[in-house]
């Protein structure tokens, strides 16, 4: 069974780069997407990006500028950053997989879940 | 950018059969998907592809699409059931994944 399991400070200053890592086991991390999703405190999910084993990428267009997603396959795992935080940026980070559904259009949804880690953005 | 509207809460006895909407304009083109989700824990797929329900979800748990609405249906409601409800799909050119603003289901 695929467990996932985010990583990195739980504290980042204000305009320095947040970066986390998830760990994946109990399964490759090729052939499947990998998606990043956050949730500011009290609020709603926020979808930040996803990456494929292969290492494509797509990302929030609101958080674009600032996003990066990477993948190193050879320890199974992906890892987010984000540039310039601010205080908005504090929020629970997850890490998730994601299935791919063909159908007219591609659609994306999160099978797998991490347990989410507390990112504080502060001085 | 794209949209999914939610009802903020949706309040129900126990027992009885709970309904939680979410509208967004390129639904009819992309399936939609929910999530459970209770406090200090992370989400947990509750329909898929409209209304596939994935292996150890209960079937009280039910989901249909009608034109820009999709909805989630909890049949004979439990205490359990209490947690925050997120819708899931995305634009109409697939490219970006939207999160609706989430539902609070309090069961009296």
């Known amino acids: 069974q695929v467990q996932l399991q985010e990583s990195g400070p739980g504290l980042v200053k204000p305009s320095e780069t947040l970066s986390l890592t998830c760990t994946v086991s109990?399964?490759?991390?090729?052939?499947?997407?990998w998606s990043w999703i956050r949730q500011p405190p009290g609020k709603g999910l926020e979808w930040i990006g996803y990456?494929?084993?292969?290492?494509?990428?797509n990302y929030n267009p609101s958080l674009k500028s600032r996003v990066t997603i990477s993948v190193d396959t050879s320890k199974n795992q992906f890892s987010l950053k984000l540039s310039s935080v601010t205080a908005a940026d504090t929020a629970v980070y997850y890490c998730?997989?994601?299935?791919?559904?063909?159908?007219?259009?591609?659609?994306?949804?999160?099978?797998?879940w991490g347990k989410g880690t507390t990112v504080t953005v502060s001085s | 950018s794209y949209e999914l509207t939610q009802p903020p809460s949706v309040s129900v006895s126990p027992g009885q059969t709970a309904r939680i909407t979410c509208s967004g304009d390129?639904?009819?083109?992309?399936?939609a998907y929910w999530y459970q989700q209770k406090p200090g824990q992370a989400p947990v797929l509750v329909i898929y592809k409209d209304s596939e329900r994935p292996s150890g979800i209960p079937e009280r748990f039910s989901g249909s699409s009608s034109g820009t609405t999709v909805t989630l249906t909890i049949s004979g409601v439990q205490a359990e059931d209490e947690a925050d409800y997120y819708c899931?799909?995305?634009?109409?050119?697939?490219?970006?994944?939207?999160f609706g603003g989430g539902t609070k289901l309090t069961v009296l």
């Open positions: 998730a997989r994601v299935v791919v559904v063909v159908a007219a259009t591609l659609t994306y949804y999160m099978d797998v």
């Open positions: 990456i494929y084993y292969s290492g494509s990428t």
């Open positions: 899931q799909s995305a634009d109409s050119s697939g490219t970006s994944v939207v």
């Open positions: 109990g399964g490759s991390i090729s052939s499947y997407y």
């Open positions: 390129a639904l009819p083109k992309q399936y």
